[in-house]
């Protein structure tokens, strides 16, 4: 058994850990993960109707459920902690495509598991399912790597995020990026203009980036932070309330205008209202992390985060059609609907935790032919590998429109294909 699948002592991992270990940044890290297997979870519904797989969530069913998305979307969270754990490590000079090759080994490295699994059981359900109960599941399965790929193209543009040096850059960045924004959303909404035109709003995921930074290299005060926090609370009510925009920061099929794909301007306000909280909380964060046992769940959860972000999606769905084709569907008005509400939130509990048990170390453990790659100089080489890493990185934002059916399988490849690339030119 190797060391990465057994968890170390309390007192070891307090002993491991450097004194200037920012403790804040990996408890918003997991505390943001564990929110979205929870919401996923809670707001999941499910119904198989003539064959037809229907897979929907609560968001549709009351505007109370819509209002706790200002709560449950944190994804601007994990750009801002990923930004902030990453930026320290990028010295001006060195290889570009070197240092975004070695975040990008860890992060696709249990992807790569996750394709095969896919692949292995798409095969035997295209045997199994009716085709509308198929499709939908393909569609369904690779959805959550938008994250990663919008991720790494974050993490390229780190380079440039590390020049926000000053309070007075930082202003400036995230002002522009607000207004960017801002500028697109206004050209969509009132023009005549190409669906493409709105997916410019992508660069709003720089500015959770900017924000790591800023708390990085304390550039903003926990006092500032707070009153920006609450202004932008205040601009983004204003914005529901007399703008284009819905509710529900999660997509929605009712939604006229969708907050999450393309991003728009109320997406990127909330984005700004999360990480400015987080920086004003993350003294206090710091202090609670402290305490043995919640530093050692913190250090646990972390080791394992992309697990619990991938494989939570698979076994969701598998519970789903299991109690869908047991006659036993959670949907809005379901008989026993809080009764199953609980039952399946105590499955997927179980299962959840005994796959990060069993599949974390897929996370953790070198894959052959994938880690090690070293890009050790400037030039052609460092800067392919990176630009190939993006296009990766692209191809995997582009593919969760169709999942692993139509479309999505040739940008899959494509960002398969990319990867091994950038891989084979890193000696």
């Known amino acids: 058994m190797s060391a990465a699948t057994l968890f170390p002592r309390l007192g070891d991992v307090e002993a491991n850990t450097p004194p200037g ?3 804040a940044i990996d408890v918003i890290r997991i505390v943001a993960l564990l929110a979205v297997v929870v919401g996923h979870t809670v707001m999941a519904t499910s119904i198989i109707r003539d064959d037809v ?19 449950f979307q944190i994804m601007p969270l994990f750009f801002f902690a990923g930004v902030a754990a990453s930026v320290q490590s990028w010295t001006p000079g060195s290889p570009w495509g070197n240092w975004l090759l070695r975040r990008c080994t860890r992060l696709y490295r249990p992807v790569f598991y996750y394709l095969a699994f896919w692949a292995a059981t798409l095969v035997v359900l295209k045997l199994l399912l009716p085709i ?19 991720y790494v193209l974050v993490l390229a543009a780190v380079p440039l995020l590390a020049r926000i040096t000053t309070t007075g850059r930082f202003v400036a960045a995230a002002a522009t990026g607000y207004a960017v924004v801002a ?17 410019l709003n992508l660069s709003m995921w720089l500015i959770p980036g900017m924000f790591g930074v800023a708390y990085r290299r304390r550039l903003l005060t ?11 609370f205040a601009v983004n009510v204003a914005l529901v309330a007399v703008g284009p925009y819905e509710l529900s920061l999660v997509g929605i ?8 794909s ?33 530093w050692w769940l913190t250090v646990i959860g972390n080791s394992g985060a992309m697990t619990l972000y991938l494989w939570h999606i698979p076994l969701l769905l598998g519970m789903h059609l299991v109690f869908d084709y047991l006659g036993s569907p959670r949907f809005p008005g379901a008989p026993h609907f809080v009764a199953l509400s609980v039952l399946q939130t105590m499955v997927m509990v179980a299962v959840v935790g005994a796959a990060f048990v069993v599949l974390r170390p897929l996370e953790n453990d070198p894959l052959p032919f994938w880690d090690g790659g070293v890009v050790a100089q400037r030039g052609l080489r460092s800067a392919a590998v990176g630009l190939l890493l993006c296009v990766a990185g692209a191809a995997t934002l582009a593919s969760v429109g169709w999942g692993l059916k139509d479309l999505g399988l040739s940008l899959t490849a494509a960002m398969v294909t990319a990867l091994i690339a950038a891989r084979a030119l890193a000696r």
């Open 53 to 71: 797989f229907i897979w929907s969530n609560l968001l549709t069913a009351s505007p109370v459920f819509q209002a706790l998305t200002w709560v």
């Open 253 to 260: 099929e009712t939604q006229q205008l969708k907050n999450m």
């Open 21 to 23: 270990r920012d403790r």
């Open 222 to 232: 926990a006092k500032a932070a707070l009153l920006l926090g609450a202004a932008m």
């Open 262 to 294: 393309p991003p728009t301007l109320l997406l990127a306000g909330h984005a700004i209202m999360m990480c400015a909280l987080a920086i004003a909380a993350a003294p206090a964060i710091t202090r609670w992390a402290r305490r043995p046992r919640v």
């Open 132 to 150: 509308h109960v198929y499709e939908p599941v393909a569609g369904i399965s690779t959805q959550l790597l938008w994250f990663l790929g919008a």
């Open 183 to 199: 500028v697109v959303d206004a050209v969509r909404i009132n023009g005549d203009v190409p669906t493409l035109v709105g997916y």
